[in-house]
């Protein structure tokens, strides 16, 4: 619930307080619900597992409806929007009529023209409506009022997802330790917030610049590179040892585009269709944090086709 930075103490919501020789944050960002009328009230977000729980209730609820057709909109065409618009099209089948909204002129803006192009035909091939250069103007309780080129239309929906923009949670926000413009936390290059080198920060939470001082990229591949140098860092710190200043590599990128399609480029590899999906599951395999897990989890991929199949699903 709240972090001394003084006395070094970090205050939990139970009310236990615990001291810190070294602290890291790693807290992740949160999506901001003010920006449109309606959002927080009506909108489904797409962050948490608990968004996630919330959107399986309610696409339980309305499979279970005799209502002819499902009407989704997707607020946002990047990789949240674009990739949970292809599972959803092809989870509801002929129900399902699900719209893609995206204020700017293409889908994925910062994606490769590979990945955009394999996403855009797998939306096409879905039956999934992108509407391009389209602002969401209100929400309702079973509406959504969109701008185009000056003119508002008030549409029908079951459903809205918000996966639009990203801010640091207030924890971090009230922290009296140096921000940028996004209340992001300064680092230095080695994930040592400014002026205070026994906190670390990563993630989407921090302002960090690299070995080369260019800017880190807020993703999660940026994430899971500064996680291993943060555990480095504080270890050295606690033990005398040189601490390392973050190189980040840009391996690529993989997108889902749905239960056995995906698009991924990297290291000099192109690849989409069933062949991409199982090289990223073996990616994300090999970044299982134990045999176990690895164990576990690929036990699942192998059985879960047959318990679809002897389910009828």
Known sequence: SGIDVEHQQVQLETGSEFQYDRLVLALGGETPLEQVPGVAEYAIPFRTITDAYHLEERLRILEESDTDKIRIAIVGAGYSGVELACHLAERLGERGRLRLIELGDVILRTSTDF?????????NEQKVWIDLETSVESIGPDTI???????VDTIPVDLVLWTVGTRVT???RSLPLKQNQRGQLVTSQRLQVVDHPEIFALGD????RDADN????????SAFQQADYVGWNVWASLTGRPLLPFRYQQLGEMMTLGKD?????GLGVKLDGPLAHIVRRLAYLYRM?????????GMNWITQPLTDLLSGT
């Open 261 to 265: 399609n995906a698009t991924l480029t």
């Open 115 to 123: 990945n955009r192009e394999a996403a855009r035909k797998a939306l």
């Open 289 to 297: 944090p134990t045999i176990e897990h690895q164990l576990k989890v």
């Open 214 to 221: 260019q800017p880190v990229p807020n993703t999660a591949q």
């Open 170 to 172: 207030p924890v971090v």
């Open 205 to 208: 939470l921090a302002d960090c």
């Open 145 to 151: 009022s969109l701008l185009y080129k000056g003119q």
